[in-house]
């Protein structure tokens, strides 16, 4: 069964790290691009970062929020993207969905949560 698992969210106070993990199973190959996205309560959902295929570089681009405090990587061995983020603020607090796409199917995870808060 071909999936995408995030993990890592959590509560973290405003200044903090966490680092996400999103995981894919059951691709019979190393997954190529690789986005994150976040959904705020009320909020629709907005992209957050992408990282490209280790064939096209590993290419990143970042919305403007969030540049210079998170780092979308990958490991390629482990079929994993990261997104590491740093200085959190309260507006990043947010459900975190990793997303591919394989074949022209658009794979989405479940999601993790992270809470921003004193």
């Known amino acids: 069964q071909v999936q995408l698992v995030e993990s890592g969210g959590g509560l973290v106070q405003p200044g903090g790290s966490l680092t996400l993990s999103c995981e894919a199973s059951g691709f019979d190959h190393n997954i190529g691009v690789v986005s994150w996205y976040r959904q705020a309560p009320g909020e629709a959902r907005e992209w957050v970062a992408v990282?490209?295929?280790?064939?096209?570089?590993?290419?990143?681009l970042y919305t403007d929020s969030v540049k210079g405090r998170f780092t979308i990587s990958r490991d390629a061995a482990r079929k994993k993207v990261y997104l590491q983020m740093r200085n959190l603020k309260p507006e990043d607090t947010a459900i975190y969905y990793c997303?591919?796409?394989?074949?022209?199917?658009?794979?989405w995870g479940q999601g993790t949560q992270v809470t921003v808060s004193s």
């Open positions: 997303r591919t796409v394989l074949h022209n199917i658009v794979y």
């Open positions: 990282i490209s295929g280790i064939s096209a570089g590993a290419n990143t």
